[in-house]
């Protein structure tokens, strides 16, 4: 891609482009706002950091888990290029992919008004594919081998982050079970930071990829290239995609820190410690074998994993219910907008 500069004249000097890369700034804001609180939510309700600090150490941690991922493995940024396909026509493709961005930020921000964790990563997907259904008319646009790890990753990261979440507590417990509670308080204090930061940290890995691969995907499809089979992602476009995710999650992370850390289950410090070691481990599991996953599947079955470890009773199901709803809603209803809204704008740009 070359330098910040070449790619800024690039944009400048394509209209199109800088529509489609502005899109998927603003889906990634949206994913600030929406996804990444959930890294940092059990740490800010049981008081170990407050927001302010807890959100500037998952801007750093999101930026750290982006450039040490993408340097050991960037399959999941792969996998989100090559599992549909615009056409060889580079103005249609361009403004297709916008019509989807448009569509995935519709949907998050609809999720983001009533205060529901929903899954950005899965509305991304849902909004490409509804997009490439669109533009082809068919599904010869969508690339079936590539999707199916979305399904893998759905089952494997529901059933890792509930089994791992319940495991890790349930260690927990057994290891401090004679313990004097008030004397383990500082050091649950540290690790529940440490569990926060490296949610944070695979957070970035998960979720950082898959948005530089959209903008990645931009820039070939401009050019009217097909993507290179060896992925390079510059630095600074891994800096500019945490930047903006950071003010996502400065802008509205505390609604979704309150519905997943409090309304969900009442967590205390080695509750959110367990959580987020397990969520973190589902999540690294997921990205070494390239499975594209939701980093809020994975925290929020951990905590229920967590809860179940007391009693079921501990799990207000209400939450988990509204969860459920929106996550089953997300693939056909954003791809379902991402369709109508990509049928718009080929009336509208073309």
């Not at 059990?42 to 170990?48: G, H, S």
């Not at 580079?90 to 999720?111: E, H, P, R």
């Not at 849902?126 to 082809?136: P, R």
């Not at 995609?241 to 850390?261: E, L, R």
Request: proline share 3%.
């Amino acid at each position: 891609m070359g330098s910040i500069l070449d790619f800024w004249y690039q944009m400048t000097a394509n209209p199109l482009l800088f529509i489609a890369v502005a899109m998927t700034l603003g889906v990634i804001l949206v994913n600030g706002w929406t996804d990444a609180p959930n890294a940092i939510a059990t740490c800010v309700v049981t008081r170990c950091m407050p927001p302010k600090a807890a959100i500037l150490m998952a801007a750093l941690f999101n930026f750290l888990g982006v450039f040490v991922m993408t340097l050991v493995n960037a399959t999941v940024a792969e996998t989100i290029t090559k599992m549909v396909d615009f056409g060889e026509d580079s103005d249609k493709a361009i403004i297709a992919l916008s019509a989807a961005l448009f569509a995935i930020v519709l949907w998050a921000t609809l999720a983001w008004v009533f205060g529901i964790p929903t899954s950005e990563s899965h509305a991304l997907i849902a909004g490409l594919t509804g997009s490439a259904i669109a533009l082809h008319g068919s599904m010869s646009g969508v690339n079936g081998s590539e999707w199916v790890k979305v399904l893998y990753g759905i089952v494997i990261s529901v059933v890792l982050g509930f089994g791992l979440g319940w495991l890790v507590c349930k260690l927990v417990t057994m290891l401090f079970n004679k313990a004097n509670r008030p004397k383990t308080q500082p050091f649950f204090r540290g690790a529940q930071i440490a569990g926060a930061a490296s949610m944070a940290f695979m957070h970035g890995a998960q979720d950082g990829q898959k948005f530089m691969g959209v903008i990645l995907l931009c820039v070939y499809m401009s050019r009217g290239q097909a993507l290179p089979s060896d992925i390079s992602i510059p630095v600074w476009l891994m800096v500019v995609c945490s930047v903006v995710m950071a003010a996502g999650t400065a802008m509205g992370g505390k609604k979704i820190i309150k519905s997943v850390g409090m309304d969900m289950v009442k967590l205390e410090k080695y509750q959110g410690f367990s959580a987020d070691i397990a969520a973190a481990l589902s999540l690294l599991f997921c990205s070494v074998f390239s499975l594209p996953v939701s980093t809020t599947h994975a925290k929020t079955t951990s905590i229920m994993g967590v809860g179940a470890v007391k009693r079921v009773s501990a799990i207000n199901f209400g939450v988990v219910k509204e969860m459920v709803l929106t996550w089953v809603l997300t693939f056909p209803g954003c791809g379902l907008v991402g369709f109508i809204m990509t049928k718009l704008f080929m009336f509208i740009f073309t």
